[in-house]
Each structure stands twice: as structure tokens, then as C-alpha cells.
């Protein structure tokens, strides 16, 4: 089994090589000459204001918890899709099942105004 | 070859895995829980199975971890949380226990045991993976993969609730 | 022993071939890019470097590698560091999966023109498009700027979002084809390109796409006047070279897949298999420009309401429709 996939662990070695090696390269390279100044977070050249440790809109967090549950559904619909012939007429009806019924969840979210952004 | 690999990637899976529950800083917890995703994905791939490990990247590392990492963002937990009380400790040995057996008694059960049920790591390998999934899938097990679909549902109209109390 | 050894030789081979050709690629598809928005802006664009400037990639190279290596204050430093490796490599691995002609024979041995020809194929290079995101997040969290952690969420947003009708619009493809296999996707449409039968779901592929380049009129987490230079804000030097090619490569990826799923990828008439390839990946890649030339970007609101209140519900009925008609015209 291994051996198909034998190229994408060469793949990965000499990906993660050419990055670090790049970076480890420009380091030697480069110039090092930091300063307080340099080294602050850039907020256009004024003084630094608050942090950038702040708590964010819940909104995002609804974005990902939906994400979570309609990749689910996708990936449900991927082994439906390489077999939906040896699955027939039935095999269809028990994906339009599974969709309407997330489809109504959908709906719900919808209505109750998730996915607005003002 | 093989086996040596698997004995690497058996390392990296163990020492991410307890770097996910002793690392100080939430995020590093989070990667960490990445590398043992990754690692899990190849011994899906080694036993056959290329479709889980799909899964497992796609819905673990890229969605569940995914409203991990943004939990973590959007509530600033960046620097270390104050530990305090172990009284977890002790159900967490006990799950850890029972979850150890369970793995023990599937694997006696196993092809290791010689005695095989309808389907074996042959015909996986003739049939395919992802046709085996599917055919079980919408055939043995209709009733559960549509339960899971209410259960999804469950899970959308919850989120909704947690997220937009007021409304 | 030899054998692995042949093997082994044959699939560096090939990787040191597919990497420089897309590292070259890319390079010059940054010249290209500046050069043609050039044009359309009535600019004359990059021409000091070698003639027609067709050495500015080296110069900017030279460039990034002599920056200085700024590590802000305050950051994650090993997040920090971590974070554009993850971009760059995330980007070159889908590269494993793209076939670029039909199998050659060469030397008496049969060499397929893909680096491995997985039958998850699609879940492969979607699963690591998933992925993909962990640049971004990371490196907007870690760098301990407002500007970047604001591009970061934002940004993770708009990919998880629009991954959603990406991953829908590739299942009619599937269908088709009835494999995960990118070689038998290709296979499948030897005499008529998918995008002729499926145009909808092109389109619905298309525009996803263009939104998982985080290009303009997607660019919000980059989005230079509200938000500096986005995620990458606190990036300099090779770091931010890092990023800048896993863009750029992703791009490569995006119209490689694009060319895969809808375009017939490398059949054509009269010239070479590979020449089509190319060809229809640098004319994706051609569009992502001239939008770039021709549009404005999108308000956040607009984008989250047409990623979730349009192209995902179009993508499923499109899913329904389409798989419908196929389990009723194969007289399921």
C-alpha cells in the first residue's frame, strides 16, 4: 500500500526542504540589525493602541460550526457519488432524504438570521 | 520498511498525542492535535483504507480542529490557561483504561484471531475502499446514516441556540 | 533492492522536474500578472530588468533572500516561523496528484505523467486545500498584529465558506467520471470537455475557486486599504516569499484542477498533451488576472451572503438535479 504513496512522502520531505531550507538560507543572507522600533507590531507608525489579543463577533464562530456540519453532509455525498449507479433509484432516495433533512436545518438558520452580517 | 515506518509514525503519534494534553499554550495544543490527525490519516492509508484517511484530514484536521483554532483565536486564549484541580486525572486514566481494552478485545477479534467475517483485508483491496464504504453505507447501515442526518441537524439548531441567545 | 532504488530514482525524477518547472512557473506568473495589469491599467509595468524585464523574478528573489528576517515583538515566534512553511508546502503537495498527460512509454517502461495516480485523488487535493487554511490562521494569529489577526479570521471565513460549494460542485464531476481518480476524470471526457456538459457546475467551480485564491474580487483577507497587507502584514524577507509562492503556486494548483475537473485537461487536437495542459492551466490562470484587472472587491456582508444565501444552496440543488437526471437516465 505504501508504495503508491511513496512519491507524496518524497514530496513532503522535499517540500518542508525547500521551505525551511529558503528561509534558513535568506537568514544567513540577510541582514540582522533589529530595533525596538523594527521590531514593534506595524499599526501605521503611530504608538501602539490596545492589544492584538481582542475577542471577536460570535458570528465567525456560528460560520465554523456550520462549516463543521454541512462538510459532513458533503463528504457523505462522496462515496454516494462513485457508487450511485450499483445504488440506483433507492440509493438517490435515501441521499434526498439525508439533504432535505439538513436542508430544513438550513432553512432554520436562515430564518433565524445566522447567516446575516450587518 | 513498512514496519519500521510505522513504528516512526507510531512515535510522532504518541509524542504529539501528549503534547496535545500537556503543552502551556492552547494554539501549540491545537498543532500538535494536527500532527496526530496526520499521523492517524497514514495508518488509515497503511491498513488500507484511503478513504478515512481523506475524512480524517478533511473533517477532523480541516473542520473540527478548524472551529477549534477559531474558538481559540476568537476567545484570545493565547497564553496559557491556569491549571487547576486533577480530579480529571483519575476519569480520564479510567477512559483511557476502558478505551485501551476495548481497542485490545477488537484487535484479538481481528484477522490476527483468524476468524474473519464477510469482509477481508482482500476483498478490500479488490473491491476498493470507497465502494465498500458506500455499498454498506446505503444498504446495512441505512438507518444510522440517516440518524445522522437528524443528528446534524441537532447539532445546527444548537449551535444556532449557543451562538444567538437573545433572538 | 534495486527495484525501490529504479522507483525511487524515477519519482525524484519527476518531483525535480514538476518542482522546477512550477517554481518557474510561478515566478513568471508574477511578472505576467504585473505586467498585464500593466497593460490594462495603461502602464508599461516591470521593464528595467534584462529586456522586457524578464529577469525581475531573479532580482526579487535576490531581493527577498537579502531582507532582513523580522520577527515582531510579542509574537508566537515558533508559530511565526512555522506558519509560511505550512503555506508553501501545503500548496506543493497537491502537486502530487495532477496528471499532465497520458501515460509515455520511455525506455521500454510505462511512465504515467503524474507523480502518483491515487484513486482518492480528489479527496487528496481537497483534503489538503482544507488544510491550506492553517497558513493563514496561523500566521495571522501568531504575528500579534490587529491588521493580521483581523485578516485571519476574516479569511478563514471565506475559505471554509466557499470550500463548501467547492467540494459540492465537484460531485457531479465525480459522477461522471465514477472515480475519485484526476487521471480517470480526464479519461472520461476524451471527446467532450465537462465544461460543455456542465456548465452550471463549472460556473458554481469556477467562482469557489476564485474565492479559495483569495484573489480580487476575494482578496478581503488581504485587502491593502482597510487592512495594510492583510495576514501577511508582519512577513518580510523569504517568509514572506514563502507565502507569496504558495499563492501563486496555489493559483498553478486552482487552474490545474479547474483544467482537470472541466476543461478535458491535457486532450486537444494536433499539439502534444502537455502543451494543452499548460495551455488551459495558464488560461485559467489568465482569467484570475483579468478579473484581478477588471473588478472591485467585494463588502465582507456580500461575500458571506453569496457564499452561504446563493452559491451553496445553487451548488446542492445543482448536486440534486444533476444526480437525479444521472440515476434516471441510467435507468437506476
Known amino acids: 500500500m505504501l508504495d503508491n504513496y511513496l512519491p507524496i512522502l518524497v514530496l513532503v520531505a522535499i517540500a518542508f526542504a525547500f521551505a525551511a531550507g529558503s528561509v534558513v538560507f535568506s537568514r544567513l543572507v540577510g541582514q540582522k540589525k533589529p530595533s525596538v522600533v523594527k521590531l514593534a507590531p506595524y499599526e501605521c507608525g503611530m504608538p501602539l493602541f490596545g492589544t492584538a489579543r481582542d475577542r471577536f463577533s460570535i458570528k465567525f464562530y456560528i460560520i465554523a460550526m456550520l462549516f463543521i456540519v454541512f462538510d459532513i453532509e458533503v463528504v457523505f455525498l462522496y462515496p454516494w457519488s462513485v457508487m450511485f449507479k450499483r445504488l440506483g433509484m433507492f440509493g438517490f432516495a435515501e441521499m434526498g432524504v439525508f439533504i432535505v433533512i439538513l436542508f430544513v436545518g438550513y432553512v432554520y438558520v436562515w430564518k433565524k438570521g445566522a447567516l446575516e452580517w450587518e | 520498511m513498512e514496519i519500521m515506518y510505522f513504528y516512526l509514525l507510531a512515535a510522532v503519534a504518541v509524542a504529539s498525542g501528549f503534547m496535545v494534553v500537556t503543552c502551556k499554550s492552547p494554539v501549540n495544543n491545537a498543532i500538535a492535535l494536527m500532527m496526530t490527525f496526520v499521523c492517524l ?85 479488490k473491491v476498493g475502499h470507497t465502494e465498500l464504504i458506500a455499498k454498506s453505507l446505503f444498504t446495512d447501515f441505512l438507518l444510522p446514516f440517516e440518524i445522522a442526518s437528524i443528528l446534524l441537524l441537532v447539532a445546527i439548531v444548537g449551535a444556532v441556540i449557543i451562538a444567538k441567545k437573545e433572538v | 533492492m534495486n527495484d525501490i532504488l529504479i522507483t525511487l530514482l524515477i519519482i525524484i525524477i519527476k518531483l525535480g522536474l514538476i518542482f522546477a518547472v512550477v517554481l518557474t512557473m510561478a515566478a513568471y506568473l508574477v511578472l505576467a500578472e504585473r505586467k498585464i495589469l500593466a497593460r490594462m491599467q495603461l502602464r508599461y509595468g516591470p521593464n528595467r530588468v534584462g529586456p522586457f524585464g524578464m529577469f525581475q523574478p531573479v532580482a526579487d528573489l535576490i531581493k527577498m533572500l537579502t531582507k532582513e528576517d523580522v520577527c515582531p515583538a510579542g509574537a508566537d515566534k515558533y508559530l511565526f516561523l512555522f506558519a509560511p512553511g505550512l503555506a508553501a508546502v501545503t500548496a506543493l503537495m497537491s502537486l502530487a496528484v495532477v496528471p499532465f498527460g497520458p501515460t509515455i512509454e520511455i525506455f521500454g ?122 495576514f501577511h502584514t508582519e512577513y518580510s524577507g523569504m517568509r514572506f516569499g514563502l507565502f507569496f509562492v504558495g499563492e501563486y503556486i496555489n493559483m498553478i494548483i486552482l487552474g490545474s484542477m479547474t483544467t482537470i475537473f472541466f476543461l478535458g485537461g491535457w486532450h486537444g487536437p494536433l499539439l502534444p498533451p502537455i502543451f494543452w495542459f499548460l495551455f488551459k492551466v495558464l488560461g485559467v490562470a489568465f482569467v484570475f488576472i483579468w478579473m484581478r484587472g477588471t473588478m472591485p472587491r467585494f463588502r465582507y456582508d456580500q461575500l458571506m451572503h453569496f457564499g452561504w444565501k446563493v452559491l451553496m444552496p445553487i451548488a446542492l440543488l445543482d448536486v440534486v438535479v444533476r444526480g437525479g437526471f444521472m440515476v434516471w437516465s441510467l435507468g437506476g
Open chain 2, 41 to 125: 490519516a497514514n495508518f488509515y492509508v497503511m491498513l488500507d483504507a484511503p478513504f478515512m484517511a481523506a475524512i480524517q484530514i478533511m473533517v477532523y484536521a480541516g473542520a473540527i480542529l478548524m472551529l477549534i483554532i477559531f474558538t481559540i483565536m476568537l476567545l484570545n486564549l493565547g497564553t496559557a490557561v491556569a491549571r487547576k484541580g486533577s480530579h480529571s486525572v483519575v476519569w480520564a486514566t479510567v477512559l483511557a483504561l476502558l478505551i485501551a481494552m476495548q481497542g485490545y478485545f477488537v484487535i484479538n477479534r481481528g484477522e490476527v484471531s483468524g476468524i474473519t467475517g464477510e469482509i477481508t483485508g482482500e476483498m478490500v483491496k
Open chain 3, 109 to 230: 517502461q510505462q511512465v504515467p505523467q503524474v507523480v502518483c495516480d491515487l484513486n482518492i485523488g480528489v479527496l487528496y487535493f481537497l483534503g489538503l486545500s482544507s488544510l491550506a487554511v492553517y497558513g493563514i490562521a496561523l500566521g495571522g494569529w501568531a504575528s500579534n498584529s490587529k491588521y493580521a489577526l483581523l485578516a485571519s479570521i476574516r479569511g478563514l471565513a471565506q475559505l471554509i465558506s466557499y470550500e463548501l460549494s467547492m467540494g459540492l460542485a465537484v460531485v457531479p464531476i465525480i459522477m461522471a467520471a465514477r472515480s475519485f481518480s484526476l487521471t480517470d476524470i480526464v479519461m472520461a471526457q476524451e471527446s467532450l470537455p465537462f465544461v460543455l456538459i456542465y456548465p452550471e457546475t463549472f460556473l458554481i467551480f469556477f467562482v469557489s475557486v476564485a474565492a479559495e485564491s483569495k484573489r480580487i474580487p476575494f482578496d478581503l483577507p488581504e485587502a491593502e486599504n482597510e487592512l495594510v497587507a492583510g
